[in-house]
């Protein structure tokens, strides 16, 4: 039987999500990659390597890497972290793909980003464009029109209304509200529960309703 195989680079909890996602598409996840040497693999009976020295070692001993796709499982605001990691897939000609759920609604209109992730229950509305190596989490909702950029992470139940726009690795959390036609700069992070009624410039963290700015990054 032949099936897609994948390698994640994160061995975490969000590996384990990927890895059941992976499985509902017929895929399977056959090695793990981290930068942390005291990690251990978050997948049963997979093997987990570390960092580039430990993918090339993977690599060295690999036969062919036809049907064998890359994912990167880390979330938060590492998007540029997300983005690093697929060049270095797409270095060694291993492609990246996008995943999204089954439960997921996916306007036709909407266009997603290479090795971006939309998972359970997650909402990708009518011209609403995300960029690569994005995170839509557990019922995170993106309305019509809005233009994400790359390496954003939309946390569980996080909402973008209509015309929204956010920069570059921006970090959305959990349950917050983002209001129509609002602008958030790159590398901006908006605080669990937070609803944003103004735009937000790069590099700040805001948190509270109306959520305002605490912090640069």
Not at 52 to 81: L, P
Not at 109 to 118: D, E, P, R, V, Y
Not at 142 to 147: F, G, L
């Amino acid at each position: 039987m032949n099936y897609s195989k994948y390698v994640v680079w994160g061995s975490s909890g969000h590996a384990k999500v990927l890895s059941s996602l992976i499985s509902l598409t017929g895929g399977q996840v056959v090695a793990l990659f981290d930068n942390n040497s005291s990690a251990v693999s978050a997948l049963k009976e997979v093997p987990l390597f570390f960092g580039k020295n430990g993918f090339q070692k993977w690599f060295d001993y690999q036969k062919s890497i036809d049907d064998t796709y890359g994912i990167a499982a880390i979330g938060g605001s590492r998007g540029n972290d997300r983005l690093e990691i697929h060049r270095l897939f797409h270095s060694y000609g291993i492609e990246v793909k996008s995943l999204i759920h089954p439960t997921a609604s996916v306007c036709l209109t909407a266009t997603i980003g290479k090795g971006s992730q939309l998972l359970a229950q997650s909402l990708l509305a009518a011209d609403a464009v995300i960029g690569k190596a994005c995170i839509l989490n557990h019922q995170a909702s993106v309305d019509h029109e809005c233009i994400i950029g790359d390496g954003v992470h939309l946390a569980p139940s996080s909402t973008l209304c209509g015309c929204v726009t956010l920069g570059n690795n921006v970090m959305i959390g959990a349950g917050a509200t983002i209001l129509p036609r609002i602008t958030i700069g790159d590398n901006t992070v908006v605080g669990a529960g937070s609803t944003v009624t103004k735009n937000l410039p790069n590099n700040v963290v805001a948190i509270g309703t109306p959520a305002r700015i605490v912090k640069n990054t």
